[in-house]
């Protein structure tokens, strides 16, 4: 937490559907304010491919890697939620000038580990990369693990032991002092690839459970059903102590967090935290907690606010912060709210440095002092277009909320804006938020 302030940030934008045939690319922003290039994208790396869906990113070596000299945080890893493709980038060689290092094809995930639809990339303390994946090579659920070697990026083959694949995949984290990974799930790639379809969910084509996972024989040993209420969990966080037994995930569909604990038993369970008792989906899709411990943050991308939970009381979380910067009832919109217990009336659109903010706060990221927290508004391509046209015509936006790290509290920094509509190949959708010297997001710690 006392390391330097961050001055570039690495996001994957994303142009599959939209109406511009340009491959993703790796943007670089430059967010130090004494910097001249101020709020402006630096570098743009293009992958060489159409439609890959660059989503989420991960680090060759992070934090569990401590005890190696030999590690160096130089390496991004880029999987591609549709293409199944994995871009290894170079971020060593120049920090703001990103080049391309290797492609893993789909073609060594499918026939090496049966599996497709990579998603959230760890580095291990083995030196290995682990990702997870939400698929098949045939587009049904299935949530397994893709081991890459940390050297020469190929393809090892399955974490998971045979046969132990979940029915699906999304997100995961580990604790090895209590020898444990626990899994989530978001869904079949078939039913998800091209929209949402509420009579998917009811058909079991999206997930409502948790996946606790032996970290030493890599079996899985306990499944936690959320029930409707945990439907679609995404993110999972543990808390960063790496003595913590216990952290939280946010479920999007209703709108929950379940914290999740280890009992006196040594089994793992879950308890619900309910956020809204809004008539309207709020749709919880990024959670964070900060490095102390402290604060839990998450985004309600419809609803359109983030908000800030002081968890030092880890059974009851009690919110200090929140902000609204855009969603599905802003007062001009065609929403009509008619009962509301948080608020007295819809909230106004965000007008930030002439720009009309499209979509609803999405990914996060946290400064390392926990003081500024980043916020883009795109959640994966197909959604966006359908429940946000307006996003994908006028491109996303990157913002940054000034936190109170001592009493709680939130507030838009109204001289920061990145503006993806305004990119030279036409408006992009970025996406997940990196940090070159690693990040809440990004580190565990053994």
């Not at 060593?92 to 499918?110: N, S």
């Not at 926990?370 to 913002?399: C, H, I, N």
């Amino acid at each position: 937490m006392k390391g330097p302030r961050e001055e570039i940030v690495y996001l994957p934008c994303i142009y599959r559907n939209t109406d511009i045939q340009k491959p993703d690319y790796l943007a670089t922003v430059d967010v130090n304010p004494q910097s001249p290039n101020f709020c402006k994208v630096i570098h743009r790396l293009p992958m060489p491919n159409l439609k890959d869906e660059l989503h989420h990113s991960g680090w060759n070596a992070c934090s569990s890697c401590y005890d190696d000299p030999s590690k160096r945080r130089n390496r991004l890893i880029l999987p591609s939620l549709i293409s199944s493709r994995v871009y290894v980038v170079d971020v060593g060689t120049d920090p703001r000038a990103p080049r391309l290092h290797k492609i893993v094809e789909p073609i060594d995930l499918f026939w090496k580990c049966g599996l497709a639809n990579p998603h959230t990339s760890h580095c291990l303390g083995s030196g290995q990369i682990m990702i997870s994946t939400m698929g098949d090579p045939s587009g049904n659920g299935k949530g397994g693990f893709v081991l890459l070697d940390g050297e020469t990026f190929e393809v090892i083959g399955n974490w998971e032991q045979p046969g132990e694949a979940a029915p699906f995949g999304y997100d995961f984290w580990y604790q090895p002092r209590h020898n444990v990974m626990i899994s989530t799930e978001w869904g079949a790639p078939k039913a998800l690839g091209n929209g949402f379809n509420p009579a998917d969910v009811k058909a079991g084509h999206y997930g409502q459970r948790l996946h606790v996972w032996d970290w030493t024989t890599h079996k899985r040993i306990q499944t936690l059903d959320l029930g409707e209420e945990g439907a679609i969990p995404l993110e999972i966080r543990f808390l960063h102590d790496p003595a913590a037994a216990e952290g939280f995930v946010g479920c999007a569909l209703q709108s929950t967090v379940f914290r999740f604990y280890k009992t006196p038993k040594g089994d793992w369970a879950a308890v619900i935290k309910k956020e809204s008792d809004l008539i309207i989906i709020c749709l919880i899709t990024d959670i964070l907690i900060s490095l102390d411990d402290r604060f839990l943050y998450f985004s309600n991308w419809l609803h359109g606010d983030i908000r800030q939970y002081d968890i030092t009381d880890r059974r009851n979380p009690r919110m200090v912060g929140q902000v609204f910067l855009a969603g599905s009832i802003l007062k001009d919109g065609p929403v009509k709210v008619l009962e509301d217990k948080e608020l007295d009336s819809q909230p106004a659109p965000r007008i930030l440095k002439g720009k009309r903010v499209q979509g609803g706060p999405q990914m996060l990221q946290l400064s390392l002092d926990g003081k500024r927290l980043y916020v883009t508004t795109s959640l994966y391509s197909a959604w966006d277009k359908q429940f946000y046209p307006d996003l994908v015509k006028e491109g996303s936006v990157m913002m940054q909320i000034d936190v109170d790290t001592d009493k709680g509290g939130l507030k838009l920094n109204e001289n920061f804006l990145v503006d993806f509509g305004a990119e030279p190949d036409g408006p992009a959708l970025a996406h997940e938020l990196r940090y070159p010297g690693g990040d809440c997001t990004s580190d565990i710690w053994l």
